[in-house]
Structure formats: C-alpha cells, structure tokens
C-alpha cells in the first residue's frame, strides 16, 4: 500500500492539529483574499480533529490540493484505491467543509495524482489496519464493526444473521443475502462481518467489493485476456461479499461470471454474503439461476429505523465525536426530523458538529435548525399559528379565547408572549401577521413579546424548559 506520511508534501504541512479543535472562530464566509491553501490546511486540520489521527494518517493526510477553478476543488490522491476510498467515504464531507469555507465552492473532484505517487511509495509503512488488506477487493472500514452497530427491530434479523456467518462456525445457509434500502447499514454489517470473521479464523481470505466493481474487474480482466487469475483470485475467497448487487441487472456476461462465482464459492463451502437494494422477487434484470440460488441461502431484510433506533444509533455516533457537546434537545430534535435513513442521520449529527467548529459557536436548537435548515426542508411539515395557539393554551391550561383575548393577567400575558415567540420562531409568519392574528394586536407588541421571552429564558430555567417542552409538542 502507498499511503503516507510524505505524502502531502506539496502542502504546507498540518503541524499541530494534534487532537484539537481547530478552526474556533473561523467564519462560515472567509474573504477573498484567504488562498485556497490556507482554507485546505483549515480543513486539513478539522479532518483530523474529526477522525482521528489513525483515519487521517491513512486516507486524508495524502490527499493534496491540486487546483481551485470557478466552483471546483481539484484534489489529488496517490493511487486509484486510495482516491475510490476518498470519493465513497468522504466525498460529501470534504464538498460540505469546503462549502462552509468558501461559499462559491460546490464541487469536490478527487483525481489520482501520479505525482503525489514517489512521494508516497518512500513514505513510512502502512497502520496496521491499512496493512491487512487484501490483495483483491477493497479494503474494510475499521469504523464498521459489530460493536458500533446499533441494534433494533428494524435490524435485528440481519444482524444475527451477520453474525453467525461472522463466526466461523459451521453454518446452515449460504449465501446469506441482506437487502433494504439504502443508508440502513447492509455495508456496514458486511464489513462487520470481515473484521470478525478474520479474528475468528486467522489467515481466512476475505474479498469485499462492490458488485460494480466486480464487473469493472472483470472487463478490464476479459480486455487483458487474464480472466483466469481474475477467477482464481475470487474463488479463493473462504468469505467472499459483493455488495449492491442490483448494480449487475441486465450485464449478461457480468451475471454470468458472478453465477460460477456464486456456485463454485458455495460448493467448495466457503462462505458467501451479498446485499442488495431489493428483495430477490424485486430484482429485475437478474438471471433466474442466480435468483434461486439466492433463495437456497437466508434472506434477511433491513428496515427503517423506528425512533428509538435512530436515537440509540445517534448516542452510539457522538461517542466518535467526543469533543463534542450535544444536548439531549438536539439529539431528539434529530431522530425526530431525520427519517429517511441512518446515513443521512449521522450526516446531519457530523454536519452541526463540524458547522459548530468551524463557526466556533455551541449546539443549540436553533443552530441545529440553521445548518439542517436544506435537508428539514424536505422532512418539514407546516407549523401553523392556530396549531401554535391551541398547544401552548393547553399546556398552561388556559382557555384559547383568554390567550387571544385583551387581559393583561399575568397569567395569560406570559402563556401569550410563549405563543407570540413560538410564532416567530417556528412559522414564516411576519410580525405584523403575527400581531393580527393576537387579536388584532400591533407587530411592535408582537416584537416587545420574543424579547422579553428571549431575556426570561436566559435566567429562568422553567421557562426555558417550558419552551423546550412546548418546541417538542408543536414541532414534532
Ligand atoms: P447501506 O449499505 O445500507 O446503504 P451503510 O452500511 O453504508 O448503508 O450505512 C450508512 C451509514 O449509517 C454508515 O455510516 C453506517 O455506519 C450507519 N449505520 C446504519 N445502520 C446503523 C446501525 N444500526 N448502527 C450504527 N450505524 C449504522
Ligand atoms: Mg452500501
């Protein structure tokens, strides 16, 4: 493997973003006259803080600013796996950090740098989970592993399943096949399940690769007429796992290969796990035979997470983010709003974590809101005034009409200025809109109301819990 330390050389180096937080203070918009350089080594610095030095070291720290044009970042790796690496794993957050630097910036490109290559191969030698890797397939991420795999009903099928082939033992189906739609953890529990197995049974041959790398191997390996050691190198596999294996639909000679794969894999009793975005009945363009052999084996399917799973999946996250505080409000805020699927939960948990360091401001709810304001969009339903005024006379037990009415007691005042800020808070809505909508009132006795509750809840911790309760319940 060629990764490295030199590697970065045409790069100031990072020289002390030793486990710190660094760009406290850096605003979201840096000037003009800021180089793409310097931005690099901000966000240089912010990755390792974020991943740790072990990450880093082995993926990021090669990775070299090549050039900036118009809207494009140019980023150079050493070697083809290396930068496949890079474009699968941190393509989006290198595009999102570089966004937050520099707002013109909406493209992250990640070419190999045959440059950066001598560099590299001079370097010190390889951490040790670098050095593991396979000869063939690719290499399996150290964060995906049965112990940061959270699991709930939604999963639980899958994961027994995973592990019992994890374990070495003998083992009543194969293939094992993993399907659900995407972001819900099937690549995580394959690589799980490589991490494992190797412990379990030292020396086993482990090859993971996509489907789709699969049939860009074995063109390029019918291209250089060598399709024989292409066949040995997978049939040697004791566990062989092809993922997203609906990418091979309708590529004849592709599937065609992948049968004997499968075929010869199962008979010589090693063991086989495939995933797929679809249950085997749904997968159009795959050949019968392969389908039926499918069926021999166990399939097992992934839901969506219910709301505890997301939150114990959340929990589970912030323990790889452990500078960072975020409050429970937060937390919750997340599981409910992020449905859709876990990759995009634990992207919007590493997105308010990094807009936070980057702004050098804390986690709130209202943060939160702002960095996510584009993906809430998509989840957010409309929170209307009446909806807002029925919720909040309900929880002061006060009757909507006094809310709206003309008293100045101070016992509907309080519960109204609550309503009025909400209002504002949780709805488009103009203050002059608002106001009309408290009977009849002027948008300055609407502003005087989100001020004085806004000065309340800094002292006034029952207040503040109040608003934090009654978010929850409007907004959910
Ligand atoms: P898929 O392959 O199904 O598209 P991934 O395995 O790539 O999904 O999962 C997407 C992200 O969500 C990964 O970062 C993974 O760690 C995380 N994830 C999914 N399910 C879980 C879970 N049950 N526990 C912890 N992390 C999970
Ligand atoms: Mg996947």
């Given at each position: 493997?060629?990764?490295?330390?030199?590697?970065?050389?045409?790069?100031?180096?990072?020289?002390?973003?030793?486990?710190?937080?660094?760009?406290?203070?850096?605003?979201?918009?840096?000037?003009?006259?800021?180089?793409?350089?310097s931005i690099w080594q901000t966000i240089r610095a912010h990755l390792r803080a974020e991943y740790g030095a072990?990450?880093?070291?082995?993926?990021?720290?090669?990775?070299?600013?090549?050039?900036?044009?118009?809207?494009t970042v140019t980023l150079g790796s050493p070697t083809h796996f290396t930068a496949d690496w890079i474009r699968s794993h941190f393509a989006e957050r290198l595009r999102l950090l570089w966004a937050a630097q520099s707002p013109a910036v909406r493209h992250v490109r990640i070419v190999v740098e045959n440059g950066l290559r001598a560099a590299a191969?001079?370097?010190?030698?390889?951490?040790?989970?670098?050095?593991?890797?396979?000869?063939?397939?690719?290499?399996?991420?150290p964060r995906y592993t049965f112990d940061s795999f959270v699991v709930g009903k939604a999963n639980e099928l899958a994961y027994n399943a995973a592990r019992t082939v994890a374990e070495g033992g003998p083992i009543?189906?194969?293939?094992?096949?993993?399907?659900?739609?995407?972001?819900?953890?099937?690549?995580?529990?394959?690589?799980?399940?490589?991490?494992?197995?190797?412990?379990?049974?030292?020396?086993?041959?482990?090859?993971?690769?996509?489907?789709?790398?699969?049939?860009?191997?074995?063109?390029?390996?019918?291209?250089?007429k060598d399709t024989l050691s292409f066949k040995h190198r997978l049939r040697s596999a004791d566990l062989l796992m092809i993922d997203d294996v609906q990418f091979i639909a309708g590529k004849d000679s592709t599937q065609e290969e992948f049968f004997h794969t499968m075929n010869e894999i199962i008979s010589?009793?090693?063991?086989?796990?495939?995933?797929?975005?679809?249950?085997?009945q749904n997968l159009e363009g795959?050949?019968?035979?392969?389908?039926?052999?499918?069926?021999?084996?166990?399939?097992?399917?992934?839901?969506?997470?219910?709301y505890e799973l997301r939150l114990s999946i959340l929990l589970e996250k912030m323990k790889r983010l452990p500078g960072a505080t975020v409050g429970e409000d937060v937390i919750d805020f997340l599981a409910r709003k992020i449905t859709s699927n876990v990759r995009e939960l634990e992207g919007a948990l590493n997105r308010i974590v990094a807009y936070s360091t980057l702004v050098g401001k804390p986690i709130d709810l209202d943060f939160a809101r702002q960095v996510l304001a584009d993906v809430l969009k998509a989840h957010d339903r409309k929170v209307t005034i009446d909806e807002i005024q029925r919720k909040v006379a309900d929880y002061y037990a006060i009757k909507l009409s006094d809310l709206l009415s003309a008293r100045r007691a101070r016992e509907v005042a309080r519960p109204r200025q609550v309503a009025m800020f909400l209002a504002k808070r949780l709805t488009p809505r103009s203050l002059p809109d608002i106001g009309r909508r408290f009977g009849g009132r002027d948008h300055t006795t609407v502003m005087h109301a989100v001020k004085r509750i806004e000065e309340l809840r800094a002292d006034d911790s029952e207040l503040d819990a109040d608003i934090t309760r009654l978010t929850r319940i409007i907004d959910a």
């Open positions: 493997m060629t990764h490295g330390k030199q590697a970065g050389k045409r790069c100031v180096p990072v020289t002390d973003a030793a486990g710190r937080s660094p760009a406290q203070g850096v605003s979201l918009f840096l000037s003009g006259t800021d180089s793409a350089e072990r990450t880093y070291d082995s993926w990021l720290k090669p990775l070299a600013l090549v050039s900036v044009d118009a809207d191969a001079e370097s010190a030698p390889a951490p040790a989970a670098v050095r593991e890797e396979p000869a063939f397939g690719v290499a399996l991420e009543d189906f194969n293939p094992l096949f993993l399907h659900g739609t995407t972001g819900l953890g099937k690549t995580h529990l394959m690589h799980a399940i490589g991490w494992q197995i190797r412990s379990a049974m030292p020396g086993a041959k482990v090859v993971y690769m996509s489907a789709e790398k699969f049939m860009v191997e074995f063109v390029s390996a019918m291209r250089d010589a009793g090693k063991r086989l796990v495939i995933t797929a975005d679809r249950s085997p795959i050949e019968n035979r392969i389908l039926s052999r499918l069926a021999w084996g166990l399939v097992a399917d992934i839901n969506p997470a219910d």
